[in-house]
């Protein structure tokens, strides 16, 4: 994990723009991460990079935050904010009766999870809000520090 880590700074690093649009990328990137629309993340980074004209690198980098490994975490903390938020108790899991074979298994699947459709979509947009804009922050300092070391003159 941290040498992917460091190698998607690193791309970052090289990107050609200033680093405010950079950090709005790979900000709205994260935000995107934590989206509940399943399945389209890249898809819907790339449209938003091709609306915006912003750097594809960069808003890849931060929508492929939420991958196979950091799925599950990402979004059972986002879930975990919406319950709080909606004061719902995750205790409907424990309704499910795991033995059920198809389409009663399904049926109880769906009651045991419907009271978390909506803790589960507000908990990940507030989550990849504040990803979102803690990440612009965050990157486009470093970037600017970066340029500023980069524009000194020797010495």
Known sequence: MRMSVRRAFQVLLRVQDTPHRIALAFGLGVFIAFSPLLGIHTGLALGLAFVFRLSRVAILAGAWTNN???????????????????????????????????????????????????????????????????????????????????????G
């Open 68 to 154: 196979p490994w950091t799925l599950a975490p990402m979004f059972m903390a986002g879930t975990a904010v919406g319950c709080e938020l909606f004061g719902v108790s995750a205790q409907s899991l424990q309704s499910i009766d795991w033995s059920l074979h198809g389409r009663a298994f399904y049926a109880a699947l769906w009651e045991g999870l419907r009271p978390l459709v909506l803790p589960f979509i507000v908990g990940n947009t507030v989550l990849g809000a504040v990803g979102g804009v803690l990440s612009y922050l965050l990157l486009r300092s470093l970037l600017e520090r970066r340029q500023a070391m980069a524009e000194a003159p020797p």
